[in-house]
């Protein structure tokens, strides 16, 4: 099986699992969902690691990814100190 195949199967069996989990505890805010979504993209990352090739496209999306995460943890905290 190919690395970015085992990545992407990685990656949607975590989501699927965190998307039905925080439905079923009753969380609807959509800044969770991404944040989560962030942090797995990571997480799948490490555990199936991707072929050189792709490091630079994989390093380009990372850096993205954790903008976002970083600006939705920051209207969060701006949120509570309101």
């Not at 944040?35 to 990571?42: M, T």
């Not at 954790?66 to 943890?73: L, P, R, S």
């Amino acid at each position: 099986m190919r690395t970015i195949d085992s990545f992407l199967i990685t990656y949607a069996a975590l989501a699927f699992t965190s998307v039905i989990t925080l439905s079923l505890t009753g969380v609807e805010t959509l800044d969770v969902y991404i944040a989560l979504f962030a942090i797995l993209f990571f997480v799948a990352a490490e555990l199936t690691p991707l072929s050189p090739m792709g490091s630079r496209k994989k390093v380009i999306l990372e850096t993205a990814l954790v903008a976002i995460f970083v600006v939705t943890v920051a209207e969060r905290v701006v949120q509570v100190l309101r």
